[in-house]
């Protein structure tokens, strides 16, 4: 608190020179300031916040005054810091959240962003979530009656969503079935027919939308409880929406901005931006090795992977130069494979240029 310019010495600091010294000094202080104020001084309300500033607005010399205020500052401080997170957060109605609470999803996805953004939506739900990497350790995790649902990502290594599916089937051996719902960038016919003949139940299309996901998930937990309202998200759920956005268009962060908005804090943005760019580019170097020794096999598992991740991140341009290259492996042609990893590894740094000035930077 700053001393009256017209009672006693006059102090080194005014008081306006006193609250900017402090705010270069912590840019996060956050306990309440005001100044007493001599008969001739203005008051400058662009220096408070709202509660300060109506706190403060009729404060005289007095020190019944000055208690007053001290007092009521101290109250909107301790509101403040108690109040409720962002009206944005994602809260389901509370006679969902009753019935999801403790229920225990495994997730089969071998790529790390799509497992921290999926793992990101369902946890504010009240679900437990079970990560595996790879479809030989889902069939390990897996055992009858300890999951409600199985998300399951078509193509992994060692063994891919199908065979995986498979497997429980067969560790279920007849008993209580779980639901296992397919999570992949396969859209034609054919692949959602393979799914349903490997023992799938559903099928749920990447990129997917954060309320499609959601919504997905609650029609297998919930199916006889109403549907929460539609999710706004749920118009963009697509998934040809990065295709129609222009091939100008390098990122739509509007995925990560909703879970942002949703959580009430901007690092998980940050925290899955680091995640993206770290599993890209290690990504990218196994593509190069796989383009190199002409494995087409290879080439395929992991252009495949980088597309998902792309198209789920929102680096739209960079899945459709992936997308565009898987087409052409899958047919045999590998002679614009290395070019496409030379492609691919300069729209990462695009997209790392873009997120150090839109996330990072204001992290």
Known sequence: MTRPRDSGPEPTLTGEEALELLRKLSHDLRDPMTNV????ELLLESELDTAQRLAAENVHRSGRALLDVVDRLLDAHQISKSAPPSSGEYRAAPRVAAVLSGRRILLAED??????????????????????????????????????????????PELDGLAATRGIRSIEAGKSRVPIVAVTAG??????????????????????????LRKKVLEWLLPAIDSEPPDPEDRKSDPDVSRALGDAQVMDLSRLQELAHESGSQQIVVELSRIFLDDVARRIVALGLAAKARDQRAYLNVIHAVKGASGNFGAVRMARIAEASERQAKHGDLSQVQAAVAELGRELEVVRVILDRKVFQNA
């Open 111 to 156: 790529n790390s962003f799509n497992r921290a953004l999926i793992d990101h939506v369902l946890e504010p739900m009240g679900c437990q979530v079970d990560k595996a990497a790879s479809g030989t350790e889902a069939v390990k995790l897996f055992q009858p009656g300890r999951y409600d649902l199985v998300l399951m990502d078509c193509q992994m």
């Open 187 to 212: 859209t034609v016919s054919g692949a959602r027919r393979a799914c349903l003949e490997a023992g799938m139940d559903d099928f749920l299309a990447k990129p997917f939308s954060l309320g499609r």
């Open 37 to 40: 104020l001599g008969s001739t």
